[in-house]
T-cell receptor
Framework: DGGITQSPKYLFRKEGQNVTLSCEQNLNHDAMYWYRQDPGQGLRLIYYSQIVNDFQKGDIAEGYSVSREKKESFPLTVTSAQKNPTAFYLCASSPGTGGNTEAFFGQGTRLTVV | GQQVMQIPQYQHVQEGEDFTTYCNSS?????IQWYKQRPGGHPVFLIQLVKSGEVKKQKRLTFQFGEAKKNSSLHITATQTTDVGTYFC??????????????FGQGTILTVHP
């Protein structure tokens, strides 16, 4: 099955620990995105990447880091510098550059920091 | 960067009533996309509009892009309980320093009472 896979679905971490969220796609898409979703705030863009080995900060990049070493993979690290990391994280990909095409989303990872 | 404002934040309707959500920008948009997120799910692409004044229909859903390409609307005729969810507009930067950036409006949460 082709698609975009996020793992794990639920993740619990202690405060002060870094945690990496996985995002893999086998759709051969060039562009990938990470969003954070909090109740009542919609989807906020953390980082995005148009091609391998290149990525740009979104609107709320502080406290997060990413890498794009392979076309299929775009992992997100939530660092201890992120003040409110508990949220629902969504990864997406799209086939074309410029974002002018449909974005496909993964199932999301719900991160809880205690 | 370009931002889209979406209203209303919440909408409660009786089954059979119509529903409309609006997306507005202070700057001209190159395109507008619409997504639906069911409760507990991930956003799913509905449609993309690129032309000034464009109108597209999908069964009971009608999508419009304003003549000035600064606003858009999604209208659902005779809502059903299956329409429940959050509807997002999104816009993709087609040029400039934010090339490829895909940002979302805050979303409208639709509740349909049977």
């Amino acid at each position: 099955d082709g698609g975009i896979t996020q793992s794990p679905k639920y993740l619990f971490r202690k405060e002060g620990q870094n945690v990496t969220l996985s995002c893999e796609q086998n759709l051969n898409h060039d562009a990938m995105y990470w969003y954070r979703q909090d109740p009542g705030q919609g989807l906020r863009l953390i980082y995005y990447s148009q091609i391998v080995n290149d990525f740009q900060k979104g609107d709320i990049a502080e406290g997060y880091s990413v890498s794009r070493e392979k076309k299929e993979s775009f992992p997100l690290t939530v660092t201890s510098a992120q003040k409110n990391p508990t949220a629902f994280y969504l990864c997406a990909s799209s086939p074309g550059t410029g974002g002018n095409t449909e974005a496909f989303f993964g199932q999301g990872t719900r991160l809880t920091v205690v | 960067g370009q931002q889209v404002m979406q209203i209303p934040q919440y909408q409660h309707v009786q089954e059979g009533e119509d529903f409309t959500t609006y997306c507005n920008s202070s700057t001209t948009l190159s395109n507008i996309q619409w997504y639906k997120q069911r409760p507990g799910g991930h956003p799913v692409f509905l449609i993309q509009l690129v032309k000034s004044g464009e109108v597209k229909k999908q069964k009971r859903l009608t999508f419009q892009f304003g003549e000035a390409k600064k606003n858009s609307s999604l209208h659902i005729t005779a809502t059903q309980t299956t329409d429940v969810g959050t509807y997002f507009c999104a816009q993709a930067n087609a040029g400039g320093t934010s090339y490829g950036k895909l940002t979302f409006g805050q979303g409208t949460i639709l509740t349909v009472h049977p």
